[in-house]
């Protein structure tokens, strides 16, 4: 049967629902014929260049400012957007509205960003726990996205993370805190990546150069 009858062009497949799309002239190359930068730009066609995942202590902000001035390109944390948006600090949020509303606020920012943000994003670290942002950020990748695990030890995570009252899950005893919260989630982290990388030894000039395939310049 064919595919189509005279005078009805076969309609063409739905765009995809949860990330920006390229527009009908863009040419994307693929990652094997030009390395890194082609993955990137394949990346920046369906929504963000990278999307940055971890555990408070990993370097998020840090890396993801690296990266985006190696890139030449916006960053963005959905942590700010919800500050933003909502007029609270994240602290606050919690203390007055709670948990499950700030996770509300939560999953409402990644979706957005993911949807109409073309730079370096980066998550909050519990971000990943709702099971519709798991499955853009699962879709996202399979249609080309970078999903960028940056895994820390406790030892090195610990004096970046200190007692910092702006990170509600970890008031109290931090290192603890910290431990539970990571057993939780590493195996949510380690699925959804696309890769991993330690910034243990943090010097975000040098993870955004591994990240993006680039040579340091002096």
Not at 36 to 41: I, P, Q, R, Y
Not at 165 to 173: D, E, F, Q
Request: without cysteine; aromatic residues 4%; glycine residues 10%.
């Amino acid at each position: 049967m064919p595919d189509s009858t005279p005078g009805h062009p076969k309609p063409e497949p739905p765009k995809h629902p949860l990330v920006a799309q390229a527009p009908p002239s863009a040419k994307v190359t693929p990652a094997s014929a030009g390395g890194s930068e082609a993955k990137a730009a394949a990346a920046s066609a369906v929504g963000p260049r990278a999307v940055l995942i971890g555990p408070p202590g990993s370097g998020k902000s840090t890396v993801a400012k690296g990266l985006a001035r190696e890139w030449g390109v916006q960053r963005r944390d959905t942590d700010d957007d919800i500050v933003r948006t909502s007029g609270k600090s994240i602290s606050d949020i919690f203390l007055d509205d709670g948990e499950e509303a700030f996770r509300a606020l939560e999953v409402a920012a990644v979706a957005t960003a993911l949807a109409e943000h073309q730079g370096v994003l980066s998550l909050g670290g519990g971000a990943i726990l709702d099971e519709s942002t798991q499955e853009r950020l699962t879709e996202y990748a399979e249609a080309g996205g970078d999903v960028i695990f940056l895994d820390v030890s406790l030892s090195a995570a610990a004096p970046r993370v200190g007692l910092n009252n702006a990170r509600p899950l970890l008031v109290g005893n931090p290192r603890r805190q910290w431990s539970t919260l990571m057993a939780e989630r590493r195996p949510i982290y380690e699925r959804l990546a696309t890769r991993t990388v330690s910034t243990d030894h943090l010097n975000a000039k040098r993870i955004a150069h591994e990240i993006a395939g680039t040579e340091p310049t002096e």
